[in-house]
């Protein structure tokens, strides 16, 4: 497919480039039949920009058949995920519910609609991670449901220099306890149903995991703040502290978990690594800064959305109607 079949624009609310918007000329492209052209678009501009929205495309069965009203096929996304070389990852020591599609694709976090889910890195909460993840937006929802985004890299910079510090010199550690109806049972999780699978993944990971008396899982691990991007070099803001810690939680709902749980029993909460407290008002600045840097913009149905995840944070906001967005990931990375 030749390059003059789509543009390569600025989006109009983008920061710092972040994201470059690639559009159709008509609206019988099909994606995948195109990736001979986007595939070194990508290579150049993905690095830079951190993220690519691709709009317009058709990803229907096929270009045979792709029409204007044809609804995105999710195998289709799959295949054009995967043309890019890397086996599409399975979700490993997830933190959140997703349901599996299709072989590496997966549902976007199922949460309430009413929720909102903060910006993060995908899995900036262990030490391994996917580079490179993929969002569809198989039906956009009618009101809201947008999947915002922001660059890591100006996260970094915008972080006050006493907390950067702070946060690189003493760490991280996450701190999680599975099922009880509070959080994603470990069996879930972990995709097992067997104990010696879990304790040999966690010592693989250098998790400490601890079986409680009632038969549930603890497990804690020690994490970065932030980390340098093996391919640019560049530093980036890279933990899912604000998502994790109590303080995140809307305050009825904290205080009525902290009724009738110990600290160390909650779902999730975070330390830094030596297992002191993070003061709120760091969070609470790192917060302010990821809002600053926040890029929104609607779903259109049939959009795909490329990110170098070490490079770009997404979130999600709140919904009303039929919304599905699935996502897959690749390129698995580790701090080790």
């Given at each position: ?81 995967a043309a890019f070389g890397h086996p599409l990852l399975s979700y490993e020591f997830g933190s959140t519910p997703r349901t599996n599609v299709t ?118 691990q020690i994490c970065q703040a932030t980390a340098r991007h093996p391919a640019t070099g560049e530093a980036v803001w890279f933990n899912q502290a ?95």
């Amino acid at each position: 497919m030749a390059e003059r079949s789509f543009t390569i624009e600025d989006f109009p609310d983008a920061r710092g480039g972040l994201p470059l918007l690639v559009r159709a000329r008509d609206p019988q492209v099909d994606l995948l039949d195109a990736f001979a052209a986007l595939e070194p678009l990508v290579r150049d501009w993905l690095p830079r920009c951190a993220g690519i929205l691709f709009r317009g495309f058709a990803l229907g069965s096929g270009a045979s058949s792709a029409a204007p009203s044809a609804a995105p096929s999710v195998e289709r996304f799959r295949a054009f995920a995967a043309a890019f070389g890397h086996p599409l990852l399975s979700y490993e020591f997830g933190s959140t519910p997703r349901t599996n599609v299709t072989s590496g694709v997966y549902t976007s976090t199922e949460y309430p609609a009413d929720q909102h889910i903060p910006l993060h890195n995908e899995q900036a909460y262990t030490r391994d991670w996917p580079m490179r993840i993929w969002f569809c937006c198989v039906q956009a929802a009618p009101v809201g449901g947008e999947t915002p985004i922001a660059d890591s890299r100006a996260i970094y910079r915008g972080i006050p220099a006493d907390i950067r510090e702070r946060f690189e010199r003493r760490g991280l550690m996450y701190v999680r306890n599975y099922g009880n109806g509070l959080d994603v049972p470990w069996q879930k999780v972990f995709n097992t149903e067997d104990r010696a699978t879990v304790e040999a993944y966690c010592r693989d990971h250098r998790i400490l995991c601890d079986w409680k008396e009632d038969g549930e899982l603890r497990t804690r691990q020690i994490c970065q703040a932030t980390a340098r991007h093996p391919a640019t070099g560049e530093a980036v803001w890279f933990n899912q502290a604000h998502l994790f810690h109590v303080s995140n939680l809307p305050e009825e709902a904290r205080s009525a978990l902290l009724e009738i749980l110990d600290e160390e029993d909650l779902p999730r909460n975070v330390y830094h690594a030596d297992g002191g407290p993070i003061d709120p008002a760091d969070l609470a600045a790192i917060r302010a800064v990821l809002a600053e840097e926040t890029v929104l913009f609607p779903w259109e149905t049939g959009d795909v959305m490329m990110l170098d995840n070490m490079l770009a944070a997404h979130a999600r906001t709140p919904f009303s109607g039929p919304r599905k967005v699935v996502v897959a990931m690749a390129e698995p990375h580790s701090a080790d």
